[in-house]
């Protein structure tokens, strides 16, 4: 049973086997070398990217798409606009008339079958300032 447990260790050692470790080196000049490097590639990265892009936009050929087709706007005849004009002419004299009434809109939270809108009674609305008008039907 031990051979076998040693068999086991050995195939297991032998396929995850670790390589030497090396002591980690620090070497200053190697690592700001590294970061220049780095650093002057990506500056030279960037101008290249940009100047492709300025020469194109430029040029106009970046952003060009199909070809804007001139739209057809819609023409209005007389007739059309004398119609919408008497149209809000009719709007205008409405708003007029309500402007000047006195009326008061019919409450809604009363007899729902009812036809006519309520009226306020005058005589009581001027003889009574003090309280509410009352309303009839």
């Given at each position: 049973?031990?051979?076998l447990?040693?068999q086991?260790?050995?195939?297991i050692?032998?396929?995850?086997?670790?390589?030497?470790k090396?002591?980690?080196?620090r070497?200053?000049?190697?690592?700001?070398?590294?970061?220049?490097?780095?650093?002057?590639?990506?500056?030279?990265?960037i101008?290249?990217?940009d100047g492709?892009?300025?020469?194109k936009?430029?040029?106009?050929?970046?952003f060009?798409g199909?070809?804007?087709?001139?739209?057809?706007?819609p023409?209005?005849?007389r007739s059309?606009l004398?119609k919408?004009?008497?149209?809000?002419?009719?709007?205008?004299?409405?708003?007029?008339?309500?402007?000047t009434?006195n009326?008061?809109?019919?409450d809604?939270?009363?007899?729902?079958?009812?036809k006519k809108p309520?009226?306020?009674?005058?005589?009581?609305a001027?003889?009574?300032?003090?309280?509410t008008p009352e309303i009839?039907?």
């Amino acid at each position: 049973m031990a051979s076998l447990e040693t068999q086991v260790k050995t195939v297991i050692n032998k396929l995850f086997k670790k390589s030497p470790k090396r002591a980690f080196r620090r070497n200053p000049l190697r690592d700001w070398q590294k970061i220049m490097v780095g650093s002057f590639l990506m500056c030279l990265a960037i101008f290249i990217v940009d100047g492709y892009f300025f020469f194109k936009i430029n040029k106009g050929e970046l952003f060009s798409g199909a070809a804007p087709q001139a739209e057809a706007l819609p023409t209005l005849d007389r007739s059309s606009l004398k119609k919408l004009n008497e149209t809000y002419t009719v709007r205008e004299q409405k708003l007029q008339v309500l402007k000047t009434t006195n009326d008061i809109p019919a409450d809604p939270s009363r007899d729902t079958n009812e036809k006519k809108p309520a009226t306020i009674n005058a005589s009581v609305a001027t003889s009574t300032a003090s309280s509410t008008p009352e309303i009839v039907d």
